[in-house]
């Protein structure tokens, strides 16, 4: 075999044993090769052990260092990591390349992507070939199930790389080592569509249990939606009113059976024990304690001040890096409860509510909204991230489950399609969706025209060197671009949804200056290409 069987394990044995299997602790165990002649599992639960085997290269390519969620947040315009004073943050000023689109194929951030997305795609072509050379064995029905279900994660993998490369090798022959040749976009959305829907039947429709943080019917009708809303952009050509079935297929399941649904409030999607959200339809289950990568999860210690150990009684001081841009804070109606609820901000106090004073002896610390410029700053500029809550006590890393797909995105997606395929009921969505942000709820409601209206940021340059106002008023849909940016913020999905709304290449905001077209996606990595005689780079 060319590589190791990682499994891992979601302590789903420990859950039988005492009749609960929520459980999400996860445990990450490398084994060698399988050194017998055949692997048959059995049960649920052992098939379980055998799947989630491929999921992992998900949450490493998410949310490791420099990964995906940082490719998408840092080159958008909702977040920035500045360089600190006293703290650092230069790192070569690979941030300040996000920032100002002049990444390039040297860039660690352009690098982690590919190769992390290519292990998932690799993971679940080694796992399908012993499948079918019998090395695992199993019944029909598992086998055609664990096949399908494999397939459509693999779709997924697909789905990061189509997004965020473009024309991309497709590779499904574990065994074939001939240099893979590059497909064309269009072809790589088609594999998409394709595998999603030639499997999806197949796919389990039982959500949660052993079918908690993998692909069941209605994450893969979840997922397909998303690769429908973005098919303008990835194949040339609109699937809207496709969007719209995937979506209307998860909403009818949910109202019939109240297995999906939206959280009272939106904070409890983020909790620390969220397994049990009724709004997460496809989660990565982390924990802090069997997730043992250094920066598996780390927001806390990736946007707060070293100082707020002290808040937190976190076991290792934060480093204080990424913050909201204040351009972007200033879209939100001061009522929102987002902004409260997904932002800390204002004085900031010890464990025991006294006044937490800064390290550099200029009194308590207080995060504004007003960041200088991506040159310098310091502990107390930028609102920090807050969604996800930050239990006491806890390491380097969070255990609250990653949601990549919820239920509130599927609402939004049909909302969208709705708008731009010229149907109503677009309002509507958007509004069930806001009305736990509003406890005015005269304020939640929005109507399909408002949604059809330019964007309330005031885009412009905002740092040192120069101050400018270009506005929204002239993006089409900008309003709805809007709420995509107060539901979702901090969730690594900014830059795709600014590129669906033109917008990421054709405005300017905080350090940041309209860029090259080419931008919209990122240069195939050096050293891809240095392997790959058969790869053609991105226009730059």
Known sequence: ???????????????????????????????????????SPKTEEEVSYLVNAAYIPWRETLLQWNGVVRSQELCADQDVIPARDGTGWVDGYIYKRWHQHTWT???????????????????CNRILSQIEEGTISVDEETKAALIAELKVLRASYYYILIDLYGNVPLVT??????????????????????????????????????????????????????????AEIWAGEAHWQDCIDEC???????????????????????????????????????????????NDFD?????????NQDTYQFTERPWGGVCAIPQFIDTFDPEDLRLKENYIQGPQLTASGEALQRSDGKGQLIYINEVPSIESSDSGHGYRWGKFEYAKGITNRLSNDWPLLRYADVLMMKAEALMRSGQPGAGALVTQVRNRAFDNKAKATVTDDELEAGSCYDY?????????????????????????GWEFCQEGRRRQDMIRFGVFTTKSWFSHDKSNPNRNLFPIPNKAMLTNSNLKQNPQ
Request: charged share 25%; proline share 2%; hydrophobic share 35%.
């Open 1 to 39: 075999m060319k590589n190791i069987i990682r499994l891992f394990s979601t302590c789903l044995l420990t859950s039988a044993l005492i009749g609960n299997t929520a459980c999400t602790k996860l445990l990450d165990d490398s084994y060698g090769q399988v050194v017998s002649n055949q692997y």
């Open 105 to 123: 194929t040297e860039d660690d951030g352009v690098l982690q992507g590919w190769e992390r997305t290519y292990n998932g795609v690799n993971t």
């Open 173 to 230: 022959d574990f065994k074939d080592e001939s240099l893979p040749k590059q497909a064309t976009r269009k072809e790589v959305f088609n594999f998409i569509v394709t595998e999603i829907k030639d499997n999806i039947n197949l796919l389990s429709e039982t959500p949660r249990g052993y079918y908690y943080g993998r692909f069941n019917k209605w994450a893969a009708h979840t997922l397909l939606a998303k690769v429908y809303l973005n």
């Open 248 to 294: 209307q297929a998860v909403i009818d399941f949910a109202t019939s059976t109240g297995e999906y649904d939206l959280e009272e409030k939106q904070k409890n999607v983020f909790i620390t024990k969220n397994e049990n959200s009724k709004e997460i339809i496809f989660a990565l289950p982390f924990d802090e304690i069997y997730v043992t990568g250094w």
């Open 299 to 307: 927001f806390h210690m990736y946007t707060l001040a070293a100082e």
């Open 460 to 484: 412009g340059r905002r740092d040192t060197n120069k101050e400018t106002h270009e506005g929204g008023a002239d993006i089409k849909y900008g309003r709805f671009l809007d709420e995509l």
